[in-house]
């Protein structure tokens, strides 16, 4: 079977800062289920990505296995990606980062990848605050091999086959929350509005950056009785309020109702602007941001949008002191001591 | 015959783990070092911390024989617990040192050896008043009494103690009052010298005394590597020590204060080789080093490595195994999992270094090859090589080497190519052409997997170009051979019908025996091996000899499987010598089992020596 994309695109096409249309962004067809939530979120990472006017090169995309970790050939054509081994994502990601500091890393897992094989390298770059966007598309299956359980399906979900799943679930949020995470959001592939803002801030943000996102697999989880399915998420989804992210020098306009919104100020002076906050949520809160998942967890409904943020964060290259330069742009004269060093070494090893 | 004992002899240290031996230990070593004489130490060490028994062998041997040897012919025996068996391991004609504070067992005397008493506790209650200090100061008071009997210069131990604690004029006389209450008590109570006893020469030249670890780490700063991952495991964790003591001192920009490299500490080995994975993908030299179960557990990254050639440098200190085996033995025993790691149709380049400096230099040269071949290369070193001190040839650096990127493309090069493939192999020798991430706006991206892709990095499931792209690995493989460290051949022609193999730490024992059945009149041809792939080279060493002796330190003689499995040879000359019981191999095992093979003329020639 072959997949041919039309190569027409409208001549007006909206053109972002760089003078480039959403073209730019976009990857290879996708290969996945017709209706597969992952494509959705595909979709609003390249939008996001485009909003924010970034040289697609300058972009990293970076996955483990599974139906998640093939969407990065789904997106952003023009970045380099690397469909990695399963649950080691982060791991490769971490590598990646050390050796250029100045790139923008996208990670893309799913629930499998993330809270099975991968808890370990999940739970340790959360400790590194690495630099990166750490996307989870949580569809509670393992859509390649045909709809097992995962890790993050709830308890008393029901399978397309009708076994009710006996385990509790990984609450990826929550974890990341507990771990310290320095960015943790929540959202929805079926709510676009919602997801290319929350993508933009966590691009944005100086440290990890992890965004839950419930991902239906219309193929396997989709059934009465699951609560990953689209019906079941829209049903029970309770969202903190509307995120957007206002570029540098921009005017922010104050269209929500004064006393209910908020702004977070990142590091290059652009804004997360937070609107209509549902009452008593405070992002800079962690234990609050707690409470609200938990809380809305025994509700059985879905917080989504931006749970938490701590602006002022360091990551890893800063806890261990790397140069500002991209270590893979240093060379003999910066790396190498010389052979006058080298003969002081001998000299002292006599 | 006294004279024959002069700057030819074994002693052991039998002391107690974790009571500060090693540096009285390493001062005895490094003093006969100073002194010219070629001097071979080993810790052999439990895996523990404190408490349990530890030696440390001491080989000093005039002809520059470095490898291990059996017989202790002078025991520095200061553990009770090990004292039964460390009274049976000295010679007959030896001597057994020991603290004579408390009176010496009647079970434990032998006719054969000489007992010298030594009161160590009760010197160190007289003279000592923190805890500490007299349980140290007994180790120096011991290396003082050593120096008295065998003749060390005491002005050697002075200058090394002062170079040891440059500014702690206090501790240096401390020391020193230690070393004279040995050398004192020796000198009211026992003969002096012994028979065996050390004269100084000038045999050591130029040559440094350092670990292979320590080498390697070196080698790393120097080759460039600018990302390290690791997950301590022993004995490869003072590799990445080491990088990290260089690299504070010689990498660190002097306006800025910041670090020119990166160190992670991983969660596991998983995690270790999939960050040097990724940062060898985005374009820096990144290592990782770890021993036997780290590298099972790196296995299934090493296949991706292969498969989607990114260049990686790993660094293996084998160690006993299999599982957690011996953890602080010795062993050459991971070559077949190193050689074909990973699941599918793999082929790994391997390096075998012998000595510190080769340590050294293959550490550098494999950042090089990494990138220039864009697979991992391996690293086979070991416990002996890695943790203990050798006297090694000095390194060199040559100012004017560039690193060998290997093939990566510009942003120009990239905009005058009409396509990009990143696996098409346009050079004819099986290595394609690589981009690194960030490098051009629109051109030369491509999606790194590990599932099959086209010569265009395109997904494809069509068994031919799969094949097709199997074949091209095979022929960068071949590329490789001549690429990778030649092995190094002992002869210009060849002179036997018998040929000797071996490659790292089996080399100095191989060696002392090749030479000293020479002087029986039985010559052998001998290659050391330095990598994987094997050249023609290897295969036409084996075709002309009659009978080939694999020497090496596993069960199974993995090398010998490696050779019949790649070459075309006949399994039925390939003899092994095989020295598996974790603790070096030596000269005299190589011997005994080469005798064992050869035909009974020769035989009679062999046990002369042996006897």
Redesign the interface.
């Given at each position: 079977m072959t997949y041919i994309r039309p190569k027409f695109r409208h001549p007006d096409l909206p053109k972002n800062d760089l003078g480039y249309t959403t073209r730019e962004y976009e990857g290879s067809l996708s290969t996945l289920c017709a209706g597969c939530g992952h494509d959705s979120i595909s979709g609003s990472i390249l939008q996001a990505c485009f909003e924010l006017s970034i040289p697609p090169h300058r972009i990293a995309k970076l996955s483990g296995i599974g139906c998640s970790s093939k969407t990065p050939n789904y997106f952003l054509g023009n970045s380099h990606g690397f469909n990695s081994v399963h649950g080691r994502m982060p791991s490769v990601a971490t590598g990646a980062n050390m050796a250029n500091r100045d790139l923008i890393y996208m990670g893309v897992s799913g629930d499998g990848d993330t809270a099975s094989i991968g808890m370990g390298q999940f739970v340790h770059v959360i400790r590194r605050n690495l630099n990166m966007v750490y996307i989870v598309m949580n569809n509670g299956c393992y859509g390649l091999t045909k709809g097992q359980d995962s890790a993050t399906a709830d308890a008393g979900s029901k399978s397309k086959a009708g076994s009710v799943n006996p385990f509790q679930p990984i609450d990826l949020a929550g974890l990341a929350l507990e771990l310290g995470a320095s960015f943790v959001a929540q959202s929805f592939s079926g709510d676009k509005e919602q997801l290319v803002p929350l993508i933009k801030a966590a691009v944005s943000h100086p440290g990890f950056a992890f965004i839950n996102v419930i991902s239906p697999c219309v193929t396997f989880n989709n059934n009465p009785g699951s609560t990953k399915s689209y019906d079941y998420v829209r049903e029970h989804i309770e969202a903190t309020g509307k995120t957007d992210l206002v570029p540098e020098k921009s005017e922010i306009l104050a269209s929500y109702e004064s006393g209910t919104g908020t702004e977070v100020m990142l590091h290059d002076g652009t804004f997360i602007k937070l609107e209509k906050l549902a009452a008593n949520r405070d992002p800079f809160n962690r234990m609050e941001a707690m409470n609200a998942l938990r809380n809305a967890r025994n509700r059985n409904e879905i917080l989504t949008g931006l749970l938490y943020i701590e602006t002022e964060t360091e990551d890893l290259h800063h806890t261990i002191n790397s140069t500002d330069r991209p270590l893979n742009t240093l060379e003999e004269a910066d790396l190498c001591p010389g052979a006058a060093v080298l003969a002081e070494i001998n000299d002292d090893l006599r | 015959m006294p004279n024959s004992k002069v700057n030819d002899f074994v002693i052991r240290f039998a002391n107690v783990n974790g009571t500060g031996s090693a540096s009285a230990n390493y001062l005895f070593a490094k003093a006969i070092f100073?002194m010219g004489i070629p001097v071979t130490p080993k810790n052999i060490f439990p895996s523990n911390i404190q408490g349990l028994p530890t030696w440390y062998d001491v080989r000093v041997s005039e002809k520059g024989y470095l490898g291990r040897r059996e017989g202790v012919d002078l025991m520095v025996c200061v553990n009770p617990q090990s004292m039964p068996d460390d009274v049976l391991s000295v010679k007959s004609g030896g001597y057994f040192i020991y603290d004579c504070t408390k009176a010496l067992n009647p079970a434990l005397i032998r006719p054969d050896v000489t007992y010298i008493g030594l009161p160590l506790m009760e010197m160190c209650l007289r003279e000592f008043t923190d805890p500490r200090q007299r349980q140290l100061f007994k180790n120096i008071i011991y290396v003082g009494a050593l120096s008295a009997l065998l003749d060390i210069e005491f002005s050697v131990l002075e200058q090394l103690l002062a170079e040891q604690f440059v500014g702690k004029e206090k501790l240096v006389a401390m020391n020193i009052k230690a070393l004279n209450l040995g050398i004192s008590y020796i000198h009211s109570n026992y003969a002096y010298p012994l028979d065996i006893r050390l004269e100084r020469r000038d045999l050591v030249g130029?040559?440094?005394?350092?670990d292979g670890n320590s080498a390697c780490g070196?080698g790393a700063?120097?080759g460039?590597a600018?990302?390290v991952?690791w997950y301590p495991i022993t004995p490869s964790t003072s590799v990445v020590e080491a990088f990290e003591i260089y690299a504070k001192k010689?990498?660190v920009?002097k306006e800025?204060?910041?670090?020119?490299?990166?160190?992670?500490q991983?969660?596991?080995e998983?995690?270790?080789?999939?960050?040097?994975?990724?940062?060898?993908?985005?374009?820096?030299r990144?290592f990782t080093a770890t021993s036997g179960p780290g590298l099972s557990l790196m296995n299934?990254?090493l296949g991706?490595a292969y498969f989607a050639e990114i260049p990686t440098v790993l660094i293996d200190v084998q160690r006993t195994g299999p599982s957690t085996g011996m953890p602080t033995r010795t062993q050459q025993s991971d070559i077949l999992l190193a050689a074909y790691a990973s699941h599918g149709d793999t082929k790994q380049v391997l390096v075998f270094p012998s000595t510190p400096k080769e340590c050294f230099e293959m550490t550098a040269e494999a950042l090089d090859l990494a990138e220039s071949l864009q697979t991992p290369i391996i690293m086979m070193t070991d416990l002996d090589l890695g943790m203990n001190d050798h006297m090694s040839e000095?390194?060199?650096?040559?100012?004017t080497?560039?690193?060998n990127r290997g093939k990566i493309l510009n942003a120009s090069q990239l905009e005058d190519l009409p396509r990009f493939g990143r696996y098409l192999d346009v050079d004819g020798d099986g290595i394609t052409y690589r981009?690194?991430?960030?490098?051009?706006?629109?051109k030369g991206?491509?999606?790194?997997?590990?599932?099959s892709r086209d010569e265009y990095a395109?997904?494809t499931e069509d068994g031919r170009v799969y094949a097709r792209n199997m074949d091209r690995l095979l022929k960068k493989w071949n590329t490789a051979k001549d690429m990778v460290p030649a092995p190094y051949l002992y002869q210009k022609e060849n002179k036997s019908a018998f040929g000797l193999i071996f490659f790292g730490t089996s080399t100095y024992s191989a060696e002392e025996a090749m030479e000293t059945m020479a002087a029986t009149g039985i010559n052998f041809d001998a290659m050391r091996l330095r990598a994987f792939p094997f050249n023609q080279m290897v295969e036409d060493f084996i075709h002309t000899h009659e009978k080939v002796f694999i020497i090496e330190q596993n069960r199974d003689g993995q090398m010998r499987s490696l050779l019949i499995n790649e070459l075309n040879v006949d399994p039925q000359k390939m003899i092994p010598i095989l020295n598996y019981d974790g603790m070096p191999i030596t000269a005299h095992a190589i011997m005994t089992l080469i005798n064992k093979n050869l035909s009974p003329a020769l035989n009679g020639a062999t046990s002369k020596i042996l006897s």
């Open positions: - | 100073r130029d040559k440094i005394l350092i070196l700063v120097y460039g600018t990302v991952a010689l990498r920009d800025t204060g910041k670090r020119n490299y990166a160190i992670v991983a969660e596991d998983l995690a270790a080789i999939g960050m040097v994975i990724g940062a060898n993908w985005n374009g820096a990144s299934e990254f991706l000095p390194f060199h650096w040559d100012d080497r560039k690193y981009t690194i991430p960030g490098t051009h706006p629109t991206s491509f999606f790194t997997r590990g599932t395109a997904y």
